[in-house]
Nanobody, 126 residues
Framework: QVQLVDSGGGLVQTGGSLKLSCIAS????????LGWFRQAPGKEREFVAA????????YGEENMKGRFLISKEGTWGTVYLQMNKLNPEDTAVYYC???????????????????WGQGTQVTVSS
């Protein structure tokens, strides 16, 4: 199985930056994708970004591109989410997630992500 530990959230002012980290352990090579979702109170969990073992990336919204950057480090199992020019609308709990063994392509489908971190709170003040 796969275990995910996500971290790096905190309080930042509008226009500031944060870098989130996700460290995977276990059978991570069974996962084709590692990604990030976020969930604000009263809202659905929203896809933010994903990266494949080969380095292909995908972002959820156009306004995230250019502000957010997902990257990986090492062989496989460590990913980051660099977030710049943050605004209060980015306030949410951010979750690292990994796909299961049956997924071998890029997807934003929440159901395909079967392993989850505990979540890290990002709060952007105005």
């Amino acid at each position: 199985q796969v275990q995910l530990v996500d971290s790096g959230g905190g309080l930042v002012q509008t226009g500031g930056s944060l870098k989130l980290s996700c460290i995977a352990s276990g059978s991570i090579f069974d996962s084709y994708l590692l990604g990030w979702f976020r969930q604000a109170p009263g809202k659905e969990r929203e896809f933010v970004a994903a990266i494949s073992r080969g380095g292909t990336t995908m972002y959820g919204e156009e306004n995230m591109k250019g502000r957010f950057l997902i990257s990986k480090e090492g062989t496989w199992g460590t990913v980051y989410l660099q977030m710049n020019k943050l605004n209060p609308e980015d306030t949410a709990v951010y979750y690292c997630a990994a796909t299961g063994t049956g997924t071998m392509g890029m997807t934003i489908d929440l159901r395909r992500y079967v392993y989850w971190g505990q979540g890290t709170q990002v709060t952007v003040s105005s």
